[in-house]
């Protein structure tokens, strides 16, 4: 049997296999099987002399086998055409899909329920990706800390999603697929930016840029305290302001967060570790604070010149002694 | 008359008469009924009654190999089919016996 052969056969019957694709998968390997070995009994002229074409073929055989009849057989084709055929095919499939989802309860429940979140997600998503505080007044989302704008747009959103839902305007169904996807694709994104920021070492980290209360002369924040004993030893201080308050050089709000997420804070200086006592609460005020520059490894103490007080330094033995003349 | 359309009408009886004489498979099947007088019979209408008296029972099928080329199915008609046939038999008795009378019935007297 040539090649030749062989192909018009296999083409014969793939077309009649494609002919008789809605039958269950048994009956019709079993009649492509019968007319497999027909048609090798055949010469490949008589093929189509004797059977005719494919589609005769198929439409005699559903005739008298009792099957419906169907539309024109569907021709395996390369290019254009058959790529429209296929794009075709998979959009039915995908209709069918969601035809059958659709009438199922729970898919009604679940789309009510997109319907309604979808403005809001869409427009929070967008705000929690250029905001670095988007919810100040959660579920509200805020831009610069204004919150009517946000709302307004919200409203609009979901708005334009009911009516979405309910119009039958032309390509209302396409415009509201893109809606949704826009949406889902906004979440995501804004998801994996979260988890971004919020792990330490990478490039794509915003610095926080720290304003600290308390600065030097040069106008620069004090982040960190570095204390000596008079032999130039360093030691761990716990420091007070005149009033018995714990003198704190992170801005309030990291002390806050600290409360709530037990997790470094990173700055536009490196990273700190605030120190917790044994109940687990932060100790503010015991300098040095753990810091660590940007690739994570401790910032040292600074070099610092040591001023000679001698053999007896005159110096006040406690400066909160009280009656004693500190210039003696 | 159109003897094609005739021929829908008993396909299933002359296979199943085919049948009855032993189990052959499709393209034999054709042969016979085409030696037999069916000359226009389609293929196609053949294998589309084979499945059909298949899926309906009446039908054996067996595959046996072939010395001469692929292993092919062997067709045979099991006790549903004999009825069958039987019954078509009678039918096809009367019928032709109204048609001859009708048809012939004036020239024989």
């Known amino acids: 049997m040539s090649v030749a052969t062989s192909l018009r056969r296999d083409e014969f019957l793939e077309q009649v296999a494609a002919g008789l694709a809605d039958l269950p998968a048994e009956d019709r390997d079993e009649v492509l099987e019968d007319l497999r070995t027909h048609l090798a009994e055949m010469d490949v002229d008589e093929i189509y002399q004797t059977l005719g074409t494919p589609e005769s073929f198929v439409s005699e055989f559903r005739t008298s086998a009792g099957l419906e009849k169907t539309g024109k057989l569907r021709r395996r084709r390369f290019g254009l055409a058959g790529l429209r055929r296929s794009a075709a095919g998979l959009r039915r499939r995908l209709e069918d899909f969601g035809r059958r989802l659709a009438a199922t309860t729970r898919w009604h429940s679940i789309r009510s329920i997109w319907v309604w979140v979808r403005g809001w997600l869409l427009i929070s998503a967008a705000i929690v990706l250029s905001q670095p505080e988007p919810f100040e007044r959660f579920p509200i989302p805020s831009i610069n800390g204004q919150w009517m704008g946000p709302l307004f747009m919200v409203v609009v959103a979901t708005w334009f999603s009911f009516w979405l839902e309910r119009t039958e305007a032309k390509g209302s169904e396409l415009v509201s697929v893109l809606f949704s996807a826009a949406t889902v694709v906004v979440v995501v994104t804004s998801m994996f930016a979260g988890i971004t920021l919020s792990r330490p070492g990478y490039g794509s980290v915003e610095p926080v840029h720290f304003t600290g209360h308390l600065t030097n002369p040069e106008g620069e924040p004090i982040y960190n305290i570095y204390a000596y004993d008079l032999e130039g030893n360093p030691v761990d201080v716990y420091l007070f302001d005149q009033n018995g308050q714990p003198i704190r050089s992170m801005p309030d709000w990291m002390h806050e967060d600290a409360e709530l997420f037990n997790e470094p804070f990173y700055f536009e200086y490196g990273t700190v570790i605030l120190t917790r006592d044994i109940n687990g609460r932060l100790v503010p005020n015991l300098y040095p604070l753990a810091a660590f520059d940007h690739e994570g490894s401790p910032m040292a103490p600074p070099w610092v010149a040591f001023p000679d007080l001698g053999a007896s330094p005159s110096r006040p033995s406690s400066a909160l002694e009280p009656g004693v003349d500190p210039v003696g | ?109």
């Not at chain 2, 396909?11 to 016979?32: E, F, H, I, K, W």
């Not at chain 2, 009654?49 to 009446?58: D, S």
Request: no cysteine.
């Open chain 2, 1 to 109: 008359l159109d003897s094609t359309q005739l021929l829908k009408g008993v396909l299933d009886t002359a296979v199943l008469a085919v049948l009855d004489r032993g189990s052959t498979y499709g393209y034999d099947l054709v042969r016979q009924l085409r030696a037999a007088g069916f000359e226009d019979v389609g293929d196609a209408s053949v294998y589309g009654t084979l499945r059909r008296l298949f899926n309906g029972g009446y039908l054996t099928s067996e595959i046996v190999p072939s010395e001469e080329g692929p292993a092919r199915k062997y067709y045979g008609i099991n006790g549903a089919g004999t009825d069958m046939l039987e019954t078509s038999r009678k039918t096809w008795d009367e019928f032709t016996s109204v048609m001859n009378s009708l048809l012939y019935q004036g020239e024989e007297e």
